[in-house]
């Protein structure tokens, strides 16, 4: 299923970006992941919730030792805090 028009990203695709990467908690990172950037913003929430699917349990209750921590991007200098701008209807 197409998840994102804008860049015709598939749910398929979004999982494997999280399935190959470790880390990747934000759709921000998907679509860098998938040398795409977000155009229209309106697929942000699903492109959310198959990461969240895809990462299961993790992904509600991540320790600090999980791969998937955000915590780790908190201590990265260099991570700049991912914003999506709403798309006007």
Do not use: W
């Not at 697929?43 to 895809?54: L, Q, S, V």
């Amino acid at each position: 299923m197409i998840v994102c028009s804008c860049n015709v990203l598939s749910d398929d695709d979004v999982r494997a970006a999280v399935a190959e990467s470790d880390g990747v908690r934000h759709p921000k990172q998907v679509y860098g992941c998938l040398g795409c950037s977000a155009e229209c913003g309106r697929c942000a929430r699903t492109i959310k919730t198959i990461i969240d699917e895809a990462l299961g349990p993790c992904a509600k209750s991540c320790c600090s030792g999980c791969p998937h921590s955000h915590t780790v991007a908190a201590n990265d200098e260099t991570a700049e805090p991912v914003q999506f701008a709403l798309a006007a209807c």
